[in-house]
T-cell receptor
Framework: GAVVSQHPSWVICKSGTSVKIECRSL??????MFWYRQFPKQSLMLMAT?????????EQGVEKDKFLINHASLTLSTLTVTSAHPEDSSFYIC????????????????FGPGTRLTVL | KNEVEQSPQNLTAQEGEFITINCSYS?????LHWLQQHPGGGIVSLFM???GKKKHGRLIATINIQEKHSSLHITASHPRDSAVYIC??????????????FGTGTRLTIIP
């Protein structure tokens, strides 16, 4: 199946710094990318949805100025956690939906391996 | 009440047993996903269903749209199947975009 990669897989940073997480679709064009957050023993929670070339749509309660999302191309989206604090420590997962010749016409959705962020 | 309910929450079985995980949902959906999450956290998409049944190796997923119910079956279970299995439904919002709503997951442990 299609592959979605994330980088880095884990990051530890000091409180107050900014962290950028990259999400790439490796063999298909991702018209839509989703960013999720998962706290321990909880389910995934959607943070925002981004379509290539347009502004991201954030879920209620997610601060758009704190979690900056850029979807500059059909294969790359980035999430920047600005001025990170310990409460931002979580597992961040991106997911991509798109079409290619190898995928079904219904826009399957694939998940990245996740990035574990620890803010000290 | 959650829009997506999974059962059981936890399941422990012996190697070789036939496993069934259930998912019920209460809203109209355009598709349903079964996902697998290993302890390291990475998520693998196992199936996307909008009707009927799909099979991949030892995994079988079925969906009954009228009853708003889906099942994931694992035949000849193996310890490497131990993971959290998550049901997610794709819902069309009032704004026309599609979002996934996730169940809380079923933690499966297969004992050798």
């Amino acid at each position: 199946g299609a592959v979605v990669s994330q980088h880095p897989s884990w990051v530890i940073c000091k409180s107050g710094t900014s962290v950028k997480i990259e999400c790439r679709s490796l063999d298909f064009q991702a018209t839509t990318m989703f960013w999720y957050r998962q706290f321990p023993k909880q389910s995934l929670m959607l943070m925002a949805t981004s379509n290539e070339g347009s502004k991201a749509t954030y879920e209620q309660g997610v601060e758009k100025d704190k979690f900056l999302i850029n979807h500059a191309s059909l294969t790359l989206s980035t999430l920047t956690v600005t001025s990170a604090h310990p409460e931002d420590s979580s597992f961040y997962i991106c997911s991509a939906r798109g079409t290619s010749g190898r995928m079904s016409s219904y826009n399957e959705q694939f998940f990245g391996p996740g990035t574990r962020l620890t803010v000290l | 009440k959650n829009e997506v309910e999974q059962s059981p929450q936890n399941l422990t079985a012996q190697e070789g047993e036939f496993i069934t995980i259930n998912c019920s949902y209460s809203v109209g959906i355009s598709a349903l996903h079964w996902l697998q999450q290993h302890p390291g956290g990475g998520i693998v998409s196992l199936f996307m269903l909008s009707s009927g049944k799909k099979k991949h190796g030892r995994l079988i997923a079925t969906i009954n749209i009228q009853e708003k119910h889906s099942s994931l079956h694992i035949t000849a279970s193996h310890p490497r199947d131990s993971a959290v299995y998550i049901c997610a439904v794709r819902i069309i919002s009032n704004f026309g975009n599609e979002k996934l709503t996730f169940g809380t997951g079923t933690r499966l442990t297969i004992i050798p």
